[in-house]
């Protein structure tokens, strides 16, 4: 049994009023990654009838004040004769979690008179100091659940250093920008600060992506260049064809041609997927499973690194609103925010309700997507690169050449109308997808390459992709070095004359556009930002006629044209 400490916390509480105040984070419900927000625990010690609550707890239970009051008993401390109270502020937002035992106990250890003023919880208020930790009965400080999402907003909300359990700090993801100081006892706060060393070490993030297969594949020129201008500028792909064109093949490719996630990126990833909830397997070293993707499928985890993959979607077509969006009477994330870094892919687009297309037109558009309910409200990420594959008709063959077109004139009408208007609109790249000559998609390596198709398969061919993509990406990330955005496709309206400039004959091509007055203001900006795009493939400074041309080819398509207009099938164009 601990000595007890011989100290003025054992003597009598005198007759006057003490208080202390320390800020915290807490989640709204328990492991409830994605509503955490500032708190205050605030402790106030009178005198009157001896006793210890805890308020403020959606739900309080009598637990955590038994819990605080036995650890700070076996740590050698004793509660003075006196009336405790302590109160998490505001009341009643948030639920009662473990993590913030430790922070409610040194909010009590701060009210009482005479801690030593070298102690480590006395250094503590020199800097914004965040204290997480699950206290046992004994007064140990033990690891909790995931703290990946608290330590960013530690980050995001100013505190410069973080407490935690000495055990916690190996499997914490890295934040080198947070000072680390690791206790294993509740006694330890009142230790000399000279006794802990401050680390900013952690669990190292990889980020990692997908083998690519485009080895295998056959692609046009156009379909490669549109691939490119995705994936080095984070622009929105509709691809249109008639079944087995490999639309489908191709979404699914993307995630493997996207540049790897940056370390902001890779917590954020974390957030809103967790290490232990949907991927028990992370720390898992006998498993071998990556948390997200792996280029390596014999690789496994080795020592204090997480594999960060961006993460893809893809939810079927009868997915809701509410789990597309996010809601529910627990107030969850949706599809649209685990897709948030990632891929969100939507196959087969014109299956899905009409509502539910039309309610991504804010997440496209914003970037995030606000969510009200009756008890509370949230405003949640969606910074996903959309994907979306579709059939011309029912049939899939109206207008394509490939064979006859069996769908009446209103079905093809009314099937077409779920792709019409506001969200197309949010959607940089219209692409019609063909079949390639003989039918055939995915050919076998061995068979020389043709002059009709420069990009016939070769096992070089996906690392050329990626290295253009990656000269794309190293040209925007110097261009917006300054800016709150990364990528082309996000560049904001009023700045698109200063970062997307044109020479003199893509001013004449742009002024003549406007005046034909076929698009609207939103479409002519995103043709303005795929252009900027088109450059930086080919490291050119300003926009060019043959890219702002490029530009306008992906966003004009002939299926839209009414039947008694019909074009014949060879002049249907599959882009630029």
């Not at 004040?65 to 509660?79: F, K, N, Q, T, V």
């Not at 990330?477 to 996000?490: G, I, P, T, V």
């Amino acid at each position: 049994m601990k000595k007890t400490q011989h100290c003025a916390l054992q003597r009598p509480f005198p007759g006057m009023l003490r208080s202390a105040r320390l800020p915290a984070l807490a989640q709204a419900r328990a492991q409830d990654n994605h509503l955490i927000e500032p708190i205050w625990i605030e402790t106030v010690i009178r005198p009157g009838l001896p006793g210890f609550q805890v308020y403020g707890f959606r739900g309080w239970n009598r637990q955590t004040a038994e819990r605080i009051r036995s650890a700070l008993y076996s740590s050698g401390m004793r509660l003075p004769l006196a009336n405790i109270l302590l109160q998490i502020s505001p009341v009643d937002r948030v639920s009662a979690g473990a993590y913030l035992d430790l922070a409610m106990a040194a909010c009590v250890l701060q009210a009482l008179p005479d801690i030593p003023p070298d102690s480590l919880l006395a250094s503590l208020s020199a800097r914004p100091t965040l204290l997480l930790g699950e206290l046992t009965i004994t007064g140990n400080v033990t690891v909790a659940d995931d703290w990946n999402a608290l330590l960013l907003m530690a980050l995001k909300s100013g505190f410069e250093q973080v407490v935690l359990p000495q055990s916690g700090i190996a499997v914490t993801p890295g934040f080198p920008e947070l000072a680390k100081i690791g206790i294993q006892h509740l006694s330890d706060l009142i230790k000399p600060a000279n006794d802990f060393s401050v680390t900013h070490s952690g669990v190292h993030l990889r980020p990692v992506r997908p083998a690519d297969r485009m080895h295998a594949l056959r692609l046009t020129p156009s379909i490669e260049r549109a691939l490119l201008a995705v994936c080095g500028g984070w622009h929105s792909l509709l691809m249109i064809g008639p079944p087995g064109t490999g639309k489908t093949t191709l979404a699914n490719e993307i995630p493997a041609l996207l540049p790897l996630p940056s370390p902001l990126e890779c917590r954020e990833i974390l957030l809103y997927h967790g290490m232990k909830s949907e991927n028990s397997a992370a720390f898992d070293s006998d498993a071998g499973t990556p948390l997200y993707w792996d280029a390596d499928p014999n690789a496994t985890n080795i020592g204090n690194e997480i594999r960060v993959g961006r993460p893809v979607r893809a939810p079927h077509h009868s997915t809701t609103i509410p789990a597309l969006l996010g809601g529910g009477q627990n107030l969850q994330p949706g599809e649209v925010t685990r897709a948030h870094h990632g891929v969100l892919i939507l196959d087969e687009l014109a299956e899905f309700q009409r509502s539910t297309l039309q309610a991504l037109r804010q997440p496209l558009q914003e970037g995030s997507v606000h969510i009200a309910r009756l008890q509370r409200s949230a405003e949640l990420p969606a910074r996903f690169l959309f994907v979306g594959t579709s059939n011309p008709c029912p049939c899939g063959y109206y207008r394509t050449g490939v064979a006859p077109c069996t769908c009446a004139d209103d079905t093809v009408r009314h099937y077409l109308n779920r792709l019409l208007g506001p969200l197309r609109d949010r959607i940089d790249i219209h692409l019609m997808v063909t079949p390639v000559s003989g039918n055939n998609f995915s050919e076998s390596v061995k068979e020389p390459q043709s002059e009709q198709w420069p990009g016939s398969p070769n096992h070089a061919h996906g690392q050329q992709l990626k290295e253009r993509i990656e000269a794309a990406r190293a040209i925007q990330k110097h261009r917006f070095a300054k800016e709150d955005w990364q990528w082309n496709a996000l560049i904001p309206f009023p700045q698109i004359d200063e970062y997307c400039r044109m020479d003199a004959l893509a001013r004449q091509l742009w002024f003549s556009m406007e005046r034909c007055g076929d698009f609207n203001a939103r479409a002519l900006a995103g043709i303005r930002r795929l252009a900027r795009t088109l450059a930086d493939l080919d490291a050119v400074a300003d926009i060019r006629r043959q890219d702002l041309q490029n530009a306008i080819d992906y966003r004009r398509l002939d299926l839209y044209v009414p039947r008694d207009q019909m074009l014949p099938a060879d002049t249907i164009q599959d882009g630029p």
